[in-house]
Every structure is written in structure tokens, then in C-alpha cells.
């Protein structure tokens, strides 16, 4: 089950198509900056992007961090958001019922082939991002590569930026499980996606409101861009491990409402 | 006989409606079970509840003897079903999705797939099709991809949901072939339709259901039985009564109703009077006739239930 539903899900053009259009911006970013020479001042601008001129191994980081505010959410929440929907509008989803193919097992193979595609969304944005940094700027790195100052060994960054990948493809599985949670509600694949983005702008939006303070450590995408604090030096682990543990509530309590949901519920597509 | 659809008390609401009201259907091995009714009438909401897609409100269903939805998983892969047309993944041809719905539940070996899928091609008339995208299908093509879905793991039972949507006249007498020949093989074929002309040429068994409830469950032979009267073909009904003095029951046009059960005996009184005779055969009843009293004799028991209140 689990194999026809990544079968089903990478056989698809439309997965690469999304996966080639989220990889444009950050090409787009690097060639303008290889061909103007003109890099964020630190501080400004995405993350780590002030700092790939003088090193391109930086780059899949300020790929990830380009993407990561708008470009991969949505990605996740289109293709999150259709797993369940997509089939109840194609029809398709009673066939698979009457196959049988077993409500849980359907969700967990839908859950799995989701995972697996941020993990694999998050891996080509970084992976690309290292071959786009390293033929378009120098490659060596020099001094101030962390973020406080000091300089990280290769073997120290190629470490931090397999950690920075894990935290943001974290990051993205509660993404994920709001649109699969939707997706488990509604026969409209565009409303669960939808629903998933709403909840994730009102997150941003409150975030920088004062009189949301009390909830802003609760906000989905509260310490998105904590995965910046593993090129700390020493790494600073406090929202790394908050945001981690954040994730995971969310993850847990919405997969458990969708599965509920999604078990017993009427079929009437 | 071993009964292979039970429903006892089955209710399913939506909210305020009555899409089934209680419901006792009876299916046994080797029927092809006719489920008729108007639009609305709950035959779907029905379908999807024996296959375990829809929760009942109340009632039990059974399917091979095994209660559902509890027992689906060693049920299901037994049953071949079509609920309220195809439905296939559009981009994918129609080899692909079925052997993407095969492997995604128990009871379809892959060793065996390829062949299976070949075979129930064959036998729906899509065998030359080739590699198209089921995007490009017509719909009756897809009509008989979704029935190849429906026979791909040999059911011992196929629950059809208006199967014939769509196809041609041509398709529908080779669609209605090909599930006679499977019954005779011992399938037993559960049938839903509103195309009374349908179910009169393939059922054995019939069920009306009208507004949710069951009004007539029966063998089509006992219902359309010969009524004990005689229908007479004649230019000349005037006469008919003449010689058959007040055992004439009905004239219309040519046709005349007269008591009795024999239409020789009818026959020889008729010639031996001099009436001229085109046809002579015993009544029966047309399911329609059938349908629409049944239907019309609940409407009554509705209202006069409604007036008690
Ligand atoms: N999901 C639903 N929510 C609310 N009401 C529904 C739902 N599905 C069906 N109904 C109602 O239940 C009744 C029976 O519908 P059903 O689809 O079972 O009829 P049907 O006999 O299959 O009709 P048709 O011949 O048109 O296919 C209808 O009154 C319909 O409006
Ligand atoms: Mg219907």
C-alpha cells in the first residue's frame, strides 16, 4: 500500500513540476547575485545570503531559507492537502475503500508518501543549492562562516547543514499534517490546501502582533527559522529543541483528529 | 440457499432526510438480485453501506456471511463492486489503474496480476486500447474499465451500481451477456438500476425501493406469474363478448382480458363462435405494472400514516 502510494505520488509529473518550480527562486537569487555582485548586508535578507559570496557552500542554507517562508510551505500544503481530498474528488477514494484498502492503512500510506515528499522537496532544494553555490561563487570557506563570527571546519558545516535539512523538513511535517488533517474533512483538494495556508498566515500575522504574545510560543511557525541557531557558535539548541517539540505536539494531536475523523467517517464522494 | 446479502433494519440518515429506512434485503447465491428505484431512492446510500463506505444509522448488514463493515478485509476482495460510476486517475492508463487498485488491497497476488488484467480486458472490450490515459477514454469506455476493476480478482459476488450508465445499446446487450455468462459460472450479481427493462431482462430476483423503503421483495417469475386470465388479439372485441358471455373483463382496442387460465379452451370457444383470432396468450403481469402498484400502494400507506399523526 504504502509502495502504490509513492509509486502514485512520484510517477506524477506534477510532483516534479512542483519540485522544479521551487527550486527556480533560488536560482533566480543566485544568478542575479553572481551578475551584480551585491549581497544583503548581514542582517538583512534572507538568512545566510549576505554570506555566500564569499562561500557558495552556504548556499543550500539561504536556498532553504529563500524558500522556506512561502515557496515550501505551500508546496507541502498543495500536495499534503490532496492526498486525501484529491482521491474523494477523483472518485477514486471509494474504489480504494471497497478494495479494500483499510481506512488506517490508506492514511498511514497517504502520511508516509507525504513525509517522503517533503523529505525529498527539502533534500533537492538544498542539493541543488550546493551545486548552484558551488559552481557560482567561491568555494572556499574564510573567516565568519557561523553566525556569530567564528569559522565552522567543512566537516562542522556539512554536519550543521544535514541538521539545518532535518529541522526544516520537521518544520514542514506540521505543515503537513494541517493539510492531511483538512484534506481528511473536505472533498475539495483546494480547500484542504487552503485551509492549511490560512492557518499558517495567521500564524506569521500573529506572530508579529505584541498582543499575541502570550500564544506566540504556541504558533505553528513560531521557531521556523530557528534551524539559523545551528550555526551558532556553540550551537544555540533552546528553540532548535522548543521548535522540535513544538512540531511534534502538532504533528501527534492533528494525525490522531485525522485519523479519528477519517475512520469514521461516511464515504459519500 | 446460502444467503450472500443480508440486511436486517438498515437506516441511514443524513442529517433530517431518510435515505434508507429500514431495509431487509435477502440476496442469495446464484440471484441476479434486480435493486430498482426511482432517483433518490436510496440505492446508492444502500451500495455504499453494504461495501462498508457509508456507516448505517441502525441495522446490520451481512455480505457472504461475515458482518461488515467489521469483517471487510477478508470480505471485500471477494466482492467486485461499481458505486455510482468509474472513477480512475486520469493521467494513468487504464492498465495502470487497475493494477494500482489491485495492489492496493489484500487478495490480489501480483504473480497473477498482468494475466488478470489482460484478461479482464478481454472479456469488457477494452483488450486493444493500448496505452492511452484513461483521460482520453469516452465514457463508455470507462464504464467498462471500471466493471474490468469490478471482475479483476474472479468475485464471488459483483455489486453493480447502474452499470449500463453511458454505453450504447450495443454495449449494454454484451455488458448484460457478459454478466449472465459470470452467473451461470455461480457469481451472483447484485444489480441497481431504475431502467425497469433492464432488470426484466437479466433479474431472477427483484427488490423496489421506494423513498428509502424495501415495498416488494420477490422472485421475477412470481411477480410477473400469469394472472389466470386469457388475453385475446382480435379486429372484432365486440363479438368476443358476445360469445364469451360475461367472462370478458377488459377491452382495449384489439385487446380483450377473458377469465380463465387456458387460452386453448379460450381458443376453441372463439373459433367455434367464428371471431377472428391474431393472438391469444396467457396474462401477465409487466414488472412495470408490478413497480408502479407496489410504489403506488406505499405512497398510500405514507400518507394515511402522515393523516394518523
Ligand atoms: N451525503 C449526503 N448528504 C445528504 N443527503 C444525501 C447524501 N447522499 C444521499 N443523500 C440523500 O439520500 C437520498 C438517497 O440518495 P441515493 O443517492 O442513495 O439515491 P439513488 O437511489 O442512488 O438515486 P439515483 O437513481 O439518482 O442514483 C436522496 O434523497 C439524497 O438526497
Ligand atoms: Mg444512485
Known amino acids: 500500500m504504502i509502495a502504490v502510494e509513492l509509486h502514485k505520488l512520484f510517477r506524477r509529473p506534477r510532483t516534479w513540476t512542483t519540485i522544479a518550480v521551487l527550486n527556480a527562486l533560488p536560482l533566480l537569487v543566485a544568478v542575479l547575485l553572481q551578475l551584480t555582485d551585491l549581497a544583503p548586508r548581514p542582517g538583512e535578507g534572507p538568512p545566510f545570503l549576505s554570506a555566500v559570496l564569499t562561500n557558495g557552500t552556504l548556499f543550500p542554507l539561504a536556498a532553504l531559507a529563500i524558500v522556506l517562508p512561502l515557496f515550501l510551505p505551500i508546496a507541502v500544503a498543495v500536495v499534503a492537502g490532496d492526498s486525501v481530498a484529491g482521491e474523494a474528488q477523483a472518485g477514486t477514494l471509494r474504489y480504494l475503500l471497497a478494495r479494500p484498502a483499510g481506512r488506517t492503512r490508506l492514511l498511514v500510506a497517504k502520511l508516509v508518501s507525504v513525509f517522503a515528499f517533503v523529505l525529498v522537496t527539502v533534500v533537492v532544494v538544498a542539493a541543488v543549492g550546493y551545486v548552484v553555490g558551488t559552481t557560482l561563487f567561491?568555494?572556499?570557506?574564510?573567516?565568519?562562516?557561523s553566525v556569530s563570527g567564528s569559522t565552522l571546519t567543512p566537516e562542522e558545516l556539512t554536519g550543521r547543514t544535514v541538521l539545518a535539512i532535518g529541522y526544516v523538513t520537521v518544520?514542514?511535517?506540521?505543515?503537513?499534517?494541517?493539510?492531511?488533517?483538512?484534506?481528511?474533512?473536505?472533498d475539495s483538494p483546494l480547500g484542504a490546501t487552503l485551509g492549511a495556508l490560512a492557518v499558517l498566515v495567521t500564524s506569521s500575522l500573529l506572530f508579529t502582533l505584541d498582543a499575541a504574545s502570550p500564544i506566540a510560543p504556541y504558533l505553528p511557525t513560531r521557531y521556523w527559522l530557528a534551524f539559523v541557531d545551528l550555526f551558532r557558535d556553540p550551537i544555540l539548541w533552546r528553540d532548535v529543541v522548543r521548535g522540535?517539540?513544538?512540531?511534534?505536539?502538532?504533528?501527534?494531536?492533528?494525525?490522531?483528529a485525522a485519523w479519528a475523523n477519517f475512520t469514521t467517517k461516511d464515504i459519500t464522494s | 440457499m446460502t444467503a450472500?446479502?443480508?440486511?436486517?433494519?438498515?437506516?441511514?440518515?443524513?442529517?433530517?432526510?431518510?435515505a434508507v429506512d429500514g431495509i431487509d434485503l435477502d440476496v442469495r447465491a446464484g440471484d441476479?438480485?434486480?435493486?430498482?428505484?426511482?432517483?433518490?431512492s436510496g440505492k446508492t446510500t444502500t451500495v455504499r453501506m453494504l461495501l462498508g463506505l457509508v456507516l448505517p444509522t441502525a441495522g446490520?448488514?451481512?455480505?457472504l456471511g461475515r458482518r461488515m463493515p467489521r469483517a471487510a478485509r477478508s470480505v471485500l476482495p471477494r466482492v467486485g463492486a461499481l458505486i455510482e460510476g468509474p472513477a480512475h486517475h486520469g493521467h494513468l492508463s487504464g492498465r495502470a489503474n487497475l493494477s494500482l487498485l489491485d495492489a492496493s488491497g489484500p487478495g490480489g497476488s501480483w504473480r497473477t496480476r498482468r494475466r488478470r488484467i489482460d484478461a479482464v480486458l478481454e472479456q469488457v472490450g477494452l483488450a486493444g486500447v493500448g496505452r492511452r490515459p484513461v483521460a482520453a477514454y469516452s465514457l463508455g469506455m470507462r464504464q467498462r474499465l471500471g466493471l474490468a476493476g469490478a471482475l479483476l480478482r474472479r468475485p464471488e459476488l459483483l455489486v453493480l451500481d447502474e452499470p449500463t450508465n453511458g454505453l450504447d445499446p450495443q454495449g449494454i446487450?454484451?455488458?448484460?451477456?457478459?454478466?449472465?455468462?459470470?452467473?451461470?459460472?455461480?457469481?451472483?450479481?447484485?444489480?441497481?438500476?431504475?431502467?425497469?427493462?433492464?432488470i426484466e431482462q437479466m433479474a431472477t430476483r427483484v427488490g423496489v425501493l421506494?423513498?428509502?423503503?424495501?415495498?416488494?421483495?420477490?422472485?421475477?417469475a412470481t411477480l410477473t406469474a400469469p394472472t389466470g386470465a386469457t388475453v385475446v388479439r382480435t379486429p372484432e372485441p365486440d363479438r368476443v363478448r358476445a360469445a364469451l358471455d360475461g367472462r370478458v373483463t377488459a377491452v382495449d382496442g384489439e385487446r380483450v382480458v377473458v377469465k380463465g387460465d387456458d387460452p386453448a379452451e379460450v381458443n376453441a370457444l372463439l373459433v367455434g363462435a367464428g371471431v377472428p383470432v391474431i393472438g391469444l396468450a396467457p396474462e401477465r403481469p409487466t414488472l412495470e405494472e408490478v413497480v408502479l402498484a407496489a410504489a403506488r400502494a406505499a405512497g398510500d400507506r405514507v400518507e394515511v400514516r402522515e393523516r394518523g399523526r
Open chain 1, 244 to 256: 522540535l517539540a513544538l512540531q511534534g505536539v502538532y504533528v501527534g494531536v492533528l494525525l490522531t
Open chain 2, 173 to 198: 446487450a454484451e455488458i448484460r451477456e457478459l454478466l449472465l455468462e459470470l452467473n451461470r459460472q455461480g457469481t451472483t450479481v447484485f444489480l441497481s438500476s431504475h431502467l425497469l427493462a433492464e
Open chain 1, 138 to 145: 567561491e568555494a572556499q570557506p574564510i573567516a565568519g562562516t
Open chain 2, 32 to 40: 441476479v438480485y434486480g435493486f430498482l428505484g426511482a432517483n433518490g
Open chain 2, 4 to 18: 450472500v446479502i443480508v440486511t436486517r433494519g438498515l437506516v441511514k440518515r443524513f442529517g433530517r432526510v431518510r
Open chain 2, 210 to 220: 421506494d423513498r428509502g423503503r424495501l415495498v416488494l421483495q420477490d422472485r421475477l
Open chain 1, 171 to 186: 518544520s514542514m511535517l506540521g505543515v503537513a499534517a494541517f493539510a492531511l488533517f483538512f484534506s481528511t474533512f473536505t
Open chain 2, 60 to 63: 446490520e448488514v451481512e455480505l
